[in-house]
């Protein structure tokens, strides 16, 4: 008989966001979506152009409607590269958001047979997406170089936009896919919703664009919405002014914006961590 | 079975201590899962019914121990695996372990039908508490204990279902954890399936790892486990050796008032028979108690009333026990010696040794009906019983004896 290393006895913690602790989590979170990236490129031979597919056809639909309809182009400079960028950001949060609402469901057996990390389920998720974006801001970039704007420093700064991004898509989808096995209707509130953002956050125009200057104060509080205006001012237009710039909504809004996103990922952190115990208990 | 016990007879260390444990789960009357109605109703009052899975559960396994944890259908031994297993939390009390831990509550559940078993051993491995790198490393071994090494690259929704078992059952037993918990996993695959898994518990018993097991098989609680605890109606209801543990459980099956008035009292057995109508056939335990189901070495006792249809001449009563299979166990009969006229009413009763194995018995009677003793074409099925508990059911009856075997001295 082998000798028995018991040890000691340590509690028993229960179900959690992260449970079995970080590494595991991480091993976890990692291994799942890569898994899931592989099964959405390797699967098909034209697994990846079809995942390309969809923010093209968006941007050349896009593109045609603000400057040959409402003349927006005229207004911005760079616009179409300053739109495909914008599409292929907030696709990533798009995306990542909408399938992390049922994803928890979609999990259900791991949910109810096995101690999975909850928090693992819609931040896989979120990293298969920006799997994606990864690829998406290459063909962008590429875009970007092919239209005559040429590389800067300033470049590099984008990797602070894509955290801030990051971070709240990753709040975003914790808290719809928390809320998401107690109330079933979050996923077609927040289908709705995400599309109001998609017009609500300075995407389709720059946000010193509406005319109405309400209207720029509303938007200005939209926590997405000082992303955007950086990455517009640190990729496509560096002559853009600073998110907290008067034309921009002025530093007080800015202000509430960066304070929504921080209330946003800290409510994340509490409702998840609040319904992680007894999601098994709601499916 | 007493305490395992590390060579130098100081029990082993607890692994598992469980303390006061409560479980309520609270079930909405009317359930409100939309925010629309949570915001149309923000003020109504959702009725809940509570109910207690567990309650005040304690109990501690020691490192190297078989533990089953037995109980009838919503007993709450599926909840307490959950807790354990920390899917589900308590409500109240504490549960400490020593050790890792892999749950089994369903083979193959975190598989991802998209991914081949070379990445699905290495996900579930880390899954059940290694740690990547180690899943890795032990992923050949998986795959080799499965039998699956030509299907590596195979997605698994190409595998048949009996290829996944066997990729989850390697899974289970390469994780090689310090305490398993186990949840009727028997209960797939086929028999080949059933009898490997045994001989990975025999193993595992062998090698001193910790295993809880939550089954409804008996037979697999007196074979493998050195504890059982039975829970009903989510209390403990009784922890200790094996035997008693089934015994107890069959008793909860068989000897409650519903299982024991499976048939409606006065209805009998509609057999048509021309010498005699029966009245009245009643099974009693010892303590005079109608019963439909017989804990093994308990006798029986009969409570039978016949009423002539026609003249009988000094009828002869033969009682035959038959087995489930129509083996007649025992026969044994009782003449009359006077004539029954037609309406008169015969009255037998008595007590019967009941060595039987458990299964399902029944009792007949041939009621001969002149001097030649001819008896009646057909039986006439007084009761039918089931006999239940431990014992093996080998055979048909278990014979009392004194039968030892000895290693002889040489010399002697």
Not at chain 1, 162 to 183: C, D, K, Y
Not at chain 2, 54 to 67: A, I, Q, Y
Not at chain 2, 276 to 283: C, F, G, K, N, S
């Amino acid at each position: 008989m082998t000798t028995e290393p018991a040890g000691e006895l340590r509690p028993v913690p229960g179900p959690s966001a992260l449970g079995g602790g970080w590494r595991r989590s991480l091993e976890l979170l990692y291994l799942i979506a890569v898994a899931d990236f592989k099964k959405s490129y390797f699967g098909t031979v034209l697994g990846y152009l079809w995942s390309l597919a969809r923010p093209l056809m968006v941007f050349g639909i896009l593109l045609v409607v603000f400057t040959h309809v409402f003349h927006l182009a005229g207004h911005v400079q760079h616009y179409p590269v300053f739109l495909l960028f914008d599409i292929v950001l907030f696709g990533f949060f798009q995306e990542a958001t909408g399938i992390a609402v049922g994803s928890i469901l979609g999990h259900e057996a791991v949910v109810r047979k096995t101690q999975f990390p909850r928090a693992v389920i819609p931040l896989s998720v979120v990293v298969t997406s920006a799997f994606n974006l990864g690829l998406n801001l290459l063909v962008a970039f590429v875009f970007v170089l092919a239209y005559g704007i040429s590389p800067a420093w300033s470049w590099l700064l984008l990797i602070l936009v894509l955290l801030a991004l990051f971070a709240i898509t990753s709040a975003v989808s914790m808290i719809v896919a928390a809320l998401h096995p107690r109330f079933r209707d979050v996923g077609i509130i927040w289908t709705v919703t995400s599309l109001a953002l998609f017009y609500g956050t300075p995407v389709l125009y720059p946000i010193y664009a509406p005319s109405s200057s309400t209207l720029r104060d509303v938007i200005a509080l939209n926590p997405l919405a000082p992303i955007f205006d950086l990455a517009q001012r640190w990729v496509t237009n560096p002559s853009s002014p600073w998110p907290w710039a008067a034309r921009m909504g002025g530093p007080v809004r800015f202000g509430i914006a960066i304070a929504l996103f921080g209330a946003i990922c800290a409510l994340s952190l509490w409702i998840f961590n609040r319904e992680a115990p007894r999601i098994a208990e709601e499916l | 079975m007493p305490v395992r016990t590390r060579g130098g007879g100081e029990p082993a260390p607890v692994v598992i201590e469980v303390r006061d444990l409560d479980k309520v789960f609270r079930i909405p009357d009317q359930r409100i899962d939309s925010l629309k109605e949570r915001a149309t109703h923000p003020l109504r009052r959702v009725h809940h019914r509570r109910l207690q899975a567990l309650r005040d559960v304690s109990f501690e396994v020691r490192s190297g121990e078989f533990f089953g944890i037995v109980g009838r259908n919503g007993s709450g031994k599926s909840t307490l695996l959950k807790i354990l297993a920390s899917i589900y939390r308590a409500d109240r009390g504490t549960v400490r372990m020593a050790g890792r831990l892999a749950p089994f509550i369903e083979l193959g559940v975190g598989f991802n039908p998209e991914l081949t078993s070379r990445d699905n051993v290495v996900l579930n491995g880390v899954l059940m508490g290694l740690s990547r790198r180690e899943a890795e490393r032990r992923r050949d071994e998986v795959i080799d204990f499965a039998e699956l090494r030509e299907f590596t690259d195979l997605k698994l929704k190409n595998y048949s279902s009996g290829m996944m078992v066997r990729l989850a059952f390697a899974i289970m037993v390469q994780a090689d954890a310090d305490i398993m918990l186990v949840d009727e996993v028997l209960a797939v695959g086929d028999a080949a399936f059933a009898q490997k898994c045994m001989d990975v518990f025999h193993e595992r018993r062998r090698a001193g790892k910790t295993i809880v097991l939550v089954t409804h098989d008996m037979t697999t609680v007196q074979s493998l486990c050195h504890r059982a605890m039975l829970l009903h109606d989510g209390e403990l209801r009784f922890i200790g050796g094996p035997e008693e543990a089934a015994l107890r459980y069959f008793r909860l099956n068989f000897d409650t008032p519903e299982a024991q008035q499976a048939r409606p009292a006065g209805e009998l057995p509609a057999v048509m028979d021309l010498n005699v109508r029966i009245l009245e056939a009643i099974l009693r335990d010892p303590g005079g108690r109608p019963i439909e189901n017989v804990e093994q070495s308990t006798p029986i006792t009969i409570n039978i009333l016949l009423e002539a249809a026609r003249p009988l001449e000094e009828p002869e009563l033969l009682f035959h026990i038959v087995s489930e299979a129509g083996v007649v166990v025992a026969a044994f009969s009782r003449t009359l010696e006077q004539p029954v006229a037609v309406g008169e009413r015969v009255r037998v009763s008595g007590t019967i040794v009941n060595p039987l194995v458990p299964g399902r018995y029944y009792l007949d009677c041939w009621v001969g009906i002149d001097e030649q003793r001819n008896v009646t074409v057909q039986a006439i099925r007084l009761l039918q019983f089931l006999v239940y508990g431990t014992a093996p059911r080998f055979g048909v009856v278990t014979l009392e004896n004194d039968v030892v075997a000895e290693l002889e001295e040489p010399g002697t």
